[in-house]
């Protein structure tokens, strides 16, 4: 995929900052083919491509934007297809169809092929991944996103909530390599 930048007289304007990265790599990983072959159950022969419509949440995700429905703005640019390398961006009903579809069918395995093609990228791309020493022990950095749930008007046994308070659920994942140490 090659992009070029031409200055014109008329201004464009995209919010689609740093998709021309994502899609570059991306486009180092196998994570579209390998979607395609899964089977995901009443999806036997999709209008939309497994790949395709992951490639698009992947895009969405990379914008800071998970609501599915955010989706359609990019439905008609071409801009967010070529720099993602996406035939046909998918609706939002299709895309949460999917998506849930995908998560129901135990062989699609998706979420492993994420964390394996996750953990390929890293080392195909041979982006460094190092340590900080604390101590007698040497850790990896590990950046978390956390997810807040407004638990107000529950009652746990020996906890109470009063209606300002929330919680943070964190969950953390191996991605397929260890400490520096016990890399090969």
Same mark, same amino acid.
Request: aromatic share 4%; charged share 20%.
């Given at each position: ?8 007289k ?14 570059? *790599? !991306?486009?180092?990983?196998?994570l579209?083919? #390998?979607?395609?072959?899964?089977? $995901?159950? =009443?999806?036997?022969?999709?209008? +939309? ?64 092929? *994420? !964390? ?6 890293? #080392?195909?791309?041979?982006?460094? $991944?190092? =340590?900080?020493?604390?101590?007698? +022990? ?10 807040p ?36």
């Amino acid at each position: 995929m090659r992009i070029q930048s031409t200055q014109s007289k008329e201004i464009l304007l995209t919010t689609h900052a740093g998709l021309a990265t994502v899609g570059a *790599l !991306l486009s180092h990983t196998r994570l579209p083919q #390998r979607l395609n072959r899964s089977t $995901v159950k =009443g999806m036997e022969n999709p209008i +939309h491509s497994h790949g395709d419509v992951m490639t698009s949440y992947l895009g969405l995700l990379c914008q800071g934007k998970s609501d599915f429905d955010h989706i359609e703005p990019f439905r008609k640019e071409s801009v967010f297809q070529t720099c993602l390398g996406v035939r046909k961006v998918p609706s939002s009903p299709t895309l949460s169809q999917r998506l849930d579809a995908a998560a129901q069918t135990m062989n699609a395995n998706w979420n492993e092929i *994420l !964390l394996q093609e996750s953990a390929d990228l890293i #080392r195909n791309v041979k982006a460094p $991944v190092t =340590g900080l020493t604390a101590g007698e +022990h040497t850790m990896i950095p590990l950046d978390i996103d956390v997810s807040p749930f407004d638990n107000s008007g529950t009652k746990k046994e020996g906890v109470s909530f009063k209606s300002s308070r929330s919680i943070c659920a964190t969950h953390p994942r191996k991605v397929g390599y260890g400490s520096p140490k016990t890399r090969a």
